[in-house]
T-cell receptor, first 116, second 110 residues
Framework: GAVVSQHPSWVICKSGTSVKIECRSL??????MFWYRQFPKQSLMLMAT?????????EQGVEKDKFLINHASLTLSTLTVTSAHPEDSSFYIC????????????FGEGSWLTVV | QKEVEQDPGPLSVPEGAIVSLNCTYS??????FMWYRQYSRKGPELLMY????GNKEDGRFTAQVDKSSKYISLFIRDSQPSDSATYLC??????????FGKGTRLSVIA
């Protein structure tokens, strides 16, 4: 099946610093990429949708200035958590879709962020 | 009523059992239905993808969609300990974000 790679898998950072997470589609061009956040034993919470070459669409309640998303190419999207705080510690997962329709979505392996 | 309802479990079954996982939904516009498997601390893995009503089989897994009842199921035959994971249903109407169930935690005991 399609492969979506996410990096890093684990990251620990100090409070106040910024962290960048990369999401790559390895064997298809991803017109649309999604970023999710997941708390322990809870379902996925969609944070934002990004389309290649345009600004990301953020879900209600997600701070766009804190969670910067860039989708500069058809195979790469990045999520930057700016001025991270301990409450930003979470499991962040990206997903990618090969078409303009938001189905047949493949997920990355996820990135565990711990802010200390 | 939530858009997608899924029993969170946990569901514990003996090895070899047939497992039935279910979701109900309220939005009649949903046409695309997916089941994902998520192991602890990993990203979800697409298991089954179904369009509209009907059945789809892949190895030990069978997905069923009943749009008239707004009910979808995933059956796992001859369950194995390696099937122990959280199973998430997801669905959308095509050009809208996926809506996920909360996931059902399954444990298959050897």
């Amino acid at each position: 099946g399609a492969v979506v790679s996410q990096h890093p898998s684990w990251v620990i950072c100090k409070s106040g610093t910024s962290v960048k997470i990369e999401c790559r589609s390895l064997d298809f061009q991803a017109t649309t990429m999604f970023w999710y956040r997941q708390f322990p034993k809870q379902s996925l919470m969609l944070m934002a949708t990004s389309n290649e070459g345009s600004k990301a669409t953020y879900e209600q309640g997600v701070e766009k200035d804190k969670f910067l998303i860039n989708h500069a190419s058809l195979t790469l999207s990045t999520l930057t958590v700016t001025s991270a705080h301990p409450e930003d510690s979470s499991f962040y997962i990206c997903s990618a879709s090969p078409g303009i329709y938001r189905n047949t979505i493949y997920f990355g392996e996820g990135s565990w962020l711990t802010v200390v | 009523q939530k858009e997608v309802e899924q029993d969170p479990g946990p569901l514990s079954v003996p090895e070899g059992a047939i497992v039935s996982l279910n979701c109900t939904y309220s939005n009649s516009a949903f046409q695309y239905f997916m089941w994902y498997r998520q192991y602890s601390r990993k990203g979800p893995e697409l298991l089954m993808y179904t369009y509209s009503s009907g059945n789809k089989e892949d190895g030990r897994f069978t997905a069923q969609v009943d749009k008239s009842s707004k009910y979808i199921s995933l059956f796992i035959r001859d369950s194995q300990p390696s099937d122990s994971a959280t199973y998430l249903c997801a669905m959308n109407s095509g050009n809208t974000p996926l809506v996920f169930g909360k996931g059902t935690r399954l444990s298959v005991i050897a």
